[in-house]
């Protein structure tokens, strides 16, 4: 089946081709870790992770590579970073949101990477992220990789990509790299205007072009700093995932890089510049793929209007009211085109958890009347093939699932069948291994698991008043009991 992906380099639909057959090399920028990441930055890392297990089901193997951003002050002329980030900090802690004692020193940049390095880690696996467990072999950190930043910034000097100003400063020469705008429709005569808005105006006069972006920049008194040839000081933003993306795929040029719109200019294009000026590649990526924004209750996500969500504001329930299991989370956040701006609501969080819940109690049942023995399908079954042939569609979520929906409230004559067909959608969707246990652990589940032994030995012995206690015990726990045939139990988390 071949896989139609909508390139944001060429503005068209193509047909997705592996520069390796059979292996697809992949990187997604990952987040700053100055804050807990929200459910927007969400939206945009599941996206890859959908698009990674699509590319999975279609039996690609897939190298995956996603940063953490943990360097300090990384774009000029925006505040500094961590100034900011440590001010956040006072106030997480203040709202009991970093409890206390997690953090110790609250101005040390490193201390509020790591915590919120965990945090995000941590949120992630909850979502199903796969990546999130390959940390830290293919989730590197940019303060691990100065030295080959450093590399990558010599060899773009002594190809004249790159120049040290009479400040010191070392930047990025657009003019030196003529498809520079390719990927944002911006042209250098636009950006010398400032038409493409985030031309900085600091140290306008110290470069040779506007758009020039910054690569290094000396500073002894800065909090973060390394030794360089071009002194103390610390790199910029975009050239870490140039060099992490190289370093760890192994490869100048890799298959898709994936990130939110809102990435492609400055981002996406520096990138871009950096690593064929560097490597003098044709390109860097062959497939750029963006995912759209997402609103919330059909408005802006922004602190000041009080809908900005991270991800355990809505686990936790401070979003919406009431508590919100994390694969509830994930499927709203994946339902929706990832190309359609996506719209954050209580009412499509509570459409989801029925679905979730309709996917839990199905998997659980099968499981059950199979004794978790699959049979052997492939995606020729005719369930399968409709849902991989609407991802094939530029990840046609929505028609994917109008195709599995429908399917669980059939009769399942085969369940041998029906569970092997089941883990291949679940493979693509992610939702029923969210379980409490990864999802970070639920000490009362292994109490509530033991009172499911207790009712089916009761139940097998016909003492109905002890089936009935413990199947009231497991209910006053927030689970749901189901009984299947030959005297099963089936338990799932109540998520109402
Ligand atoms: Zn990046």
Redesign the pocket.
């Known amino acids: 089946m071949s896989l139609q992906l909508y390139n944001s380099l060429t503005n068209q639909m193509e047909t997705f081709e592996s520069l390796e057959p059979g292996v697809v090399r992949m990187y997604s920028?990952g987040p700053t870790v100055y804050d807990f990441a929200h459910i927007g930055n969400f939206r945009s890392f599941l996206f890859g992770d959908l698009l990674r297990r699509t590319l999975e089901l279609f039996d690609y193997q897939v190298h995956h590579v996603m940063?953490i951003t943990d360097v300090g002050h990384m774009v000029e002329g925006e505040t500094d970073k961590m100034s900011e980030a440590a001010n956040r900090m006072k106030v997480n802690k203040k709202s009991g949101r970093v409890p206390e004692g997690a953090v110790e020193d609250p101005n040390d940049p490193y201390q509020i990477a790591d915590y919120y390095t965990n945090a995000f880690l941590e949120d992630a696996r909850k979502l199903g992220y796969k990546i999130a467990s390959e940390y830290p072999e293919n989730v590197p950190k940019a303060t691990d990789h100065i030295e080959g930043m450093q590399g990558m910034i010599k060899r773009l000097i002594e190809r004249d990509h790159a120049y040290v100003a009479e400040d010191g400063v070392v930047y990025f020469s657009v003019e030196s790299f003529p498809k520079y705008g390719e990927l944002s429709g911006n042209t250098l005569e636009k950006l010398q205007s400032g038409a493409g808005g985030r031309v900085s105006d600091e140290n306008q006069s110290r470069k040779r072009h506007p758009a020039d972006f910054m690569l290094w920049k000396p500073d002894q008194h800065h909090v973060m700093k390394w030794d360089s040839p071009w002194g103390v000081g610390y790199p910029g933003w975009?050239i870490?995932?140039s060099v992490m993306a190289s370093e760890l795929l192994g490869r100048d040029v890799i298959d898709i890089h994936t990130?939110g719109e809102d990435?492609i200019f400055p981002?996406?294009e520096c990138?871009i510049a950096q690593s064929c000026g560097a490597s003098g590649a044709e390109s860097f990526a062959r497939y750029w793929i963006h995912a759209r924004f997402l609103m919330v209750e059909g408005e802006k996500m922004s602190k000041s209007k009080g809908n900005f969500f991270t991800a355990r504001d809505v686990f936790n329930g401070d979003a919406t009211g009431s508590e919100v299991h994390p694969a509830v989370l994930r499927y709203e956040l994946i339902k929706s085109h990832y190309r359609a701006n996506m719209n954050f609501t209580k009412k499509g969080l509570e459409d989801s958890s029925g679905v979730v819940k309709r996917m839990l109690d199905f998997e659980a049942r099968l499981e059950q009347e199979t004794g978790g023995q699959a049979a052997e399908v492939d995606l020729s079954h005719p369930v399968l093939s409709k849902f991989a042939a609407a991802l094939s569609s530029d990840l046609n979520i929505s028609e994917a699932l109008a195709v599995v929906i429908p399917w669980l409230r059939q009769e399942h004559r085969d369940p041998r069948e029906s569970l092997a067909v089941w883990r291949a959608v679940n493979s693509v969707l992610g939702i029923t291994d969210i379980t409490e246990e990864s999802a970070g652990g639920d000490p009362i589940f292994d109490q509530v698991q033991q009172w499911g032994e207790e009712m089916k030995e009761a139940r097998s012995r016909k003492d109905w008043d002890a089936s009935d206690a413990a199947r009231q015990k497991i209910i006053d726990a927030g689970y749901e009991v189901q009984m299947v045939k030959d005297g099963g139990v089936v338990i799932t988390k109540s998520l109402a």
Do not use: A, D, I, R
């Open positions: 920028c940063n975009h870490e995932c990130g990435l981002h996406h990138e």
